[in-house]
């Protein structure tokens, strides 16, 4: 069964630095999506990306965040400078159709210091 | 009123029995709902779509009341893997599915 797959699996930073996770979605989907979660906390929708451009983000996903589809096969979320409380498990997932369901990445674990 | 709510749990519960979760959404324009389970530290992973006649899976039964806007688990003869955070997401027809905080079960041997 074709997979989403996310590298790395954990990545740690230091405050401030910028880092960039990577996805590749499962390859005849067209909706792409990170979600993100705070240890403990609930899953919470950051960014979906749709015809190559953004088409909702959620107020977490500020000027410090960006998503890119380079080259039609990996699927990128760019934090620019981190803060401490974007800790998080970080998630891709990708859906073949509207309204049909997220299948998801095993996830990068963000650690920032 | 949250988006998609659910009762946190946990629910203890023992082996072989029936455990039901509700999840109640707030948007009665909403047009797919599924339910995902999750292991610790583990990405969610679609357990079923829920459909509005209703659908069953194995032990599995979903069930969707659109008039009183929730959607229901049922899980029986519960089993010790069955114990992990169950998910309710709702698609409420823009771009994003919105996930409930998710209920905790544990089967009890």
């Known amino acids: 069964e074709p997979e989403v797959t996310q590298t790395p699996s954990h990545q740690v930073t230091q405050m401030g630095q910028e880092v960039i996770l990577r996805c590749v979605p499962i390859?005849?989907?067209?909706?792409f999506y990170w979600y993100r979660q705070i240890l403990g906390q609930k899953v919470e929708f950051l960014v979906s990306?749709?015809?190559?451009?953004?088409?909702?983000k959620s107020e977490i996903f500020d000027d410090q965040f960006s998503v890119e589809r380079p080259d039609g096969s990996n699927f990128t979320l760019k934090i620019r400078s981190t803060k401490l409380e974007d800790s998080a498990m970080y998630f891709c997932a990708s859906i073949t159709s509207w309204g049909s369901p997220l299948h998801f990445g095993n996830g990068t674990r963000l650690t920032v210091t | 009123r949250k988006e998609v709510e659910q009762d946190p749990g946990p629910f203890n519960v023992p082996e072989g029995a029936t455990v039901a979760f509700n999840c109640t959404y707030s948007?009665?324009?909403?047009?797919?709902f599924f339910w995902y389970r999750q292991d610790c530290r583990k990405e969610p992973k679609l357990l079923m779509s829920?459909?509005?006649s209703g659908n069953e899976d194995g032990r599995f039964t979903a069930q969707l009341n659109r008039a009183s806007q929730y959607i229901s688990l049922l899980i029986r003869d519960s089993k010790l893997s069955d114990s992990a955070t169950y998910l309710c997401?709702?698609?409420?027809?823009?771009?994003?599915?919105?996930f409930g905080t998710g209920t905790r079960l544990t089967i009890i041997p």
């Open positions: 997401v709702v698609h409420f027809g823009n771009e994003k599915l919105t």
């Open positions: 990306f749709y015809n190559n451009e953004i088409s909702e």
């Open positions: 829920v459909y509005s």
């Open positions: 948007n009665s324009a909403s047009q797919s």
């Open positions: 390859s005849n989907h067209l909706y």
